[in-house]
T-cell receptor
Framework: NAGVTQTPKFQVLKTGQSMTLQCAQD?????MYWYRQDPGMGLRLIYY???????DKGEVPNGYNVSRLNKREFSLRLESAAPSQTSVYFC????????????FGDGTRLSIL | ELKVEQNPLFLSMQEGKNYTIYCNYS?????LYWYRQDPGKSLESLFV?????AVKQEGRLMASLDTKARLSTLHITAAVHDLSATYFC???????????FGRGTSLIVHP
C-alpha cells in the first residue's frame, strides 16, 4: 500500500553511538516531518522539510540532524545518542495546499542504554 | 506561540455512554485535525475541520469546530469497547502546515 515507510521499526543503541532513521513516502508529498512521542507529551516536532532542499528546526531539534535527500526521502540522524533520546519517532508527510491531514509512518521505537 | 490543550487527558467510560473531548487552542486556526492512536500503533486521521461551524461525523464520533471560541469537540455517542484509544487534536495556523499537537486523551471504554 502507498504511504510512509520508516526503517528500522526497533533499535537499541548504547550512549554515544550514532544512527540514522530512514523515512520514505510514495505519495508525491512536498512536506515531510519528524516527530518524537514520549508518554503524556503528545507529538513534538523535531525537524520538518517544507520542500525538497529545505529543512527547518521544530520544537526539539537539539541532538538531531536531518537530510531531505530527495522529494521522497527524509532522514533523521542522531550523532551521539543520549538516554534522553529514548522515544518513539514518527515520520509524517503532507501535500500542502490540499485539505488533507498528515500521513504517518508506523514509527521507530528507539531505546538508548 | 500556538498552544493546544486537550481535556480530559484520561477518560474511563462505560459502554453505551456519551462523552465529549475538548480541544482548546490559543491562536487563530487554519486547520484542525483529529487523530486516533491505538497502543503501539501509528496515528490514523479521523477528521479535518477547516471553517467555523464545521461538523463531521463518522460512526459514533462527531467533531465540531468553533473558531471564535478557539474550541473543537470530539463527541462520542454510545461508546463501544472498540473506541478505546488515544485521541489527539492538532492545529496549524498562519499558513504554516506545521501542526501543533495536544497531549492526547486516553480513552478506555469498559463493558
Amino acid at each position: 500500500n502507498a504511504g510512509v515507510t520508516q526503517t528500522p521499526k526497533f533499535q537499541v543503541l548504547k550512549t554515544g553511538q550514532s544512527m540514522t532513521l530512514q523515512c520514505a513516502q510514495d505519495m508525491n508529498h512536498n512536506s515531510m516531518y519528524w516527530y518524537r512521542q514520549d508518554p503524556g507529551m503528545g507529538l513534538r516536532l523535531i525537524y520538518y522539510s517544507a520542500s525538497e532542499g529545505t529543512t527547518d528546526k521544530g520544537e526539539v531539534p537539539n541532538g538531531y540532524n536531518v537530510s531531505r535527500l530527495n522529494k521522497r526521502e527524509f532522514s533523521l540522524r542522531l550523532e551521539s545518542a543520549a538516554p534522553s533520546q529514548t522515544s518513539v519517532y514518527f515520520c509524517a508527510s503532507i501535500n500542502t495546499g490540499r485539505r488533507q491531514p498528515q500521513h504517518f509512518g508506523d514509527g521507530t521505537r528507539l531505546s538508548i542504554l | 506561540e500556538l498552544k493546544v490543550e486537550q481535556n480530559p487527558l484520561f477518560l474511563s467510560m462505560q459502554e453505551g455512554k456519551n462523552y465529549t473531548i475538548y480541544c482548546n487552542y490559543s491562536t487563530t486556526s487554519d486547520r484542525l485535525y483529529w487523530y486516533r492512536q491505538d497502543p503501539g500503533k501509528s496515528l490514523e486521521s479521523l477528521f479535518v475541520l477547516l471553517s467555523n461551524g464545521a461538523v463531521k461525523q463518522e460512526g459514533r464520533l462527531m467533531a465540531s469546530l468553533d473558531t471564535k471560541a478557539r474550541l473543537s469537540t470530539l463527541h462520542i455517542t454510545a461508546a463501544v469497547h472498540d473506541l478505546s484509544a488515544t485521541y489527539f487534536c492538532a492545529v496549524d495556523s498562519g499558513g504554516s502546515y506545521i501542526p501543533t499537537f495536544g497531549r492526547g486523551t486516553s480513552l478506555i471504554v469498559h463493558p
